[in-house]
């Protein structure tokens, strides 16, 4: 049973605003009037305490509470629901000077030492028992006060390149997984093809960590390497997730995961969490991914059209319940890219109703106020470090009205499962074979050009029920697991198979009868990497980056005026041999869905759809003003069909969506 208190977060109810706050930053004096301004602004949740621990444990065993249990009370007299989060991200110095062991190493076997944040190893069992207790004292404090509503663990899986530790305990911790995993050292010597260059090993105990190799380490062990560095942060957060709901039941636990971020399998960790979190940063995700100059300076201000909705779905299909939030959701200029920008005038409000359209049930901004010391100085908040309002705080006032008159919104239709595994991008970022040639930005890349033809995509794991979609696209998925080849086979809608998928068995060999193997009939005979500048180019197309050479007889369907052969038909699959770049994508995706009834719309640059239960939204990420196709149809509720830059246009449609399933991962929470 839930919480009946109505600062629960619920699904299926309108979509409810927060913000981060740390109550130990500012005077206490102080604390009243921020909770009173944060709910005349239309505020009705707030994070606090995910960095608190030396406050809380100024020293071993002796807890202030005080100042902690005063803070709650005046957040909650104020009518504020309360996520608090355990303080694990950041362990206090006295706990580091009395383990210091409990640092992680980094790859090159430096430790990673206190000062900042996130210093911790995942296999350390000291710093388990660590978290483990004040987790448990936390919970057992405030666990079932009032206020509280949620619960966050730890913070930011992973940040600063965290997940992998080359620590004696990772180390240790790493053959105990192995020994549990193979059936003797003689299976993972074969396995993993170590009669190559005599790797082969006489006992568990002599495998060390992939790290400080020579030259390139195994790809077999650095995959075994990235499924236990996984699956330490899954137990990590398992272990918190237990003790919360043994000390406050009825409350949601979830965890903000972060962009374009694959170091852990987030869908395993997911299983265990009421709600998945996510932080959107779209300028600062912009700024520090392989977006082009040209894509950096037309979406400067307001991030690339498909940055937060790409994350938007990912983590909804995350999550074991559908149920997903933002926690940290950006303001204005962040700290931490190459470049730092202010958003548009309009964008956070746009991202407001973007995260809504896709399901949002809280949308919680970072921060409440800028803070005037430490690391993030440069990072805007909703108020500036002298109290005076920043630009965002007005558009979170305006879109609080307008989510109140919008109300709940229904459930999404099903158009489009993009098939998305974590364990495919550490594939191809172990064994790249070309620059930039990654599983999660072919991924990215499908789904930004089915988003520029209107649909509403489903990102979900291999193991995901597709029934309800009319396509169904794999961008790559080099390991195949059986229940995906079960539910293509009986998939009655069109599929579209992305390069080295079925390329490798679950041990990083190349499978006997060669790729794709049972996903498509016939057999990648060759594969090359292409540099710039190196193409086969069609009609208002080219193959770049990545080409492989089938010995089939499908059918060839697209080829280049050189007569090479980027995809080829077989029924209603297509298999693409070529990487997926943005035209290639969008005359394959053309072709396929010309073989089904789905509805696509000819959008501007820049615009991009979203459709919501009975509602359609509108969203303009371009400079300039852009205008929704007549193809849209229904009464506009919200804006105009001429959308202006960082503008919305929402229409009502009077077609009924019925209600779907929202759990899309196809993964037991058990």
Known sequence: MKISSPRAICPHQRMRLGVCYYPEHWPEEQWAKDARRMVETGLSHVRIGEFAWSRIEPEQGRFDWAWLDRAIETLHDSGLGVIIGTPTATPPKWLVDRMPDMLAVDRDGKPRKFGSRRHYCFSHAG????????????????????????WQTDNEYGCHDTVQSFSDAARDGFRRWLEARYDGIGALNAAWGNVFWSMEYRAFDEVELPNLTVTEANPAHWLAFRRFASHEVETFNRAQV????????????????MGFF??????????????????????????????????????????HPDIAAFHHDLYRGCAATGRWWILEQQPGPVNWARHNPAPMAGMVRLWTLEAMAHGAELVSYFRWRQAPFGQEQLHAGLLRPDDGSAPALGEVAQVASEIRELGSLGSAP?????????????????QPQGAGLSALWAAFDFYSGLRRMGLNVDIVHPSASLDGYALCVVPCLPIVPEILLRNLEQFKGQVIIGPRSCSRDSDFAIPNGLPPGPLFPGKVARVESLRPGLEH????????????????????????GDGTIASWRAGGIRYLGAWPTQNLVHELLVRAISNTDLTTHDLPE?????QAGDHIFAFNYAKDPQAVPLSVEGELMLGERHVESAGVAIFHNIVTVPHIDQNLTGISKA
């Open 606 to 610: 820049g615009l991009r759809l979203r």
């Open 262 to 303: 694959t170091d852990f399998d987030h869908h395993a960790v997911a299983a265990d969490l009421d709600a998945v979190g996510w932080d959107s940063y779209p300028l600062g995700f912009l700024e520090s991914f392989r977006f082009s100059d040209a894509e950096k300076l037309a979406y400067a201000r307001q991030g």
């Open 537 to 560: 180019c069609g009609d208002d197309w080219q193959i770049t980056q990545w080409l492989e050479h089938l010995e089939t007889d499908a059918e060839p369907e697209l080829i280049a």
């Open 242 to 257: 237990d003790i919360l709901r043994e000390l406050s039941p009825g409350r949601d636990v979830t965890h903000n995961f």
């Open 414 to 430: 099903r158009h489009v499962a993009l098939i998305f595994s974590y364990e495919a991008d550490w594939v191809t970022s172990i």
């Open 127 to 150: 710093y388990r028992a660590e978290a483990a207790r004040i987790t448990r004292a936390v919970a057992k404090r405030y666990g079932r006060h009032p206020a509280i509503v949620a």
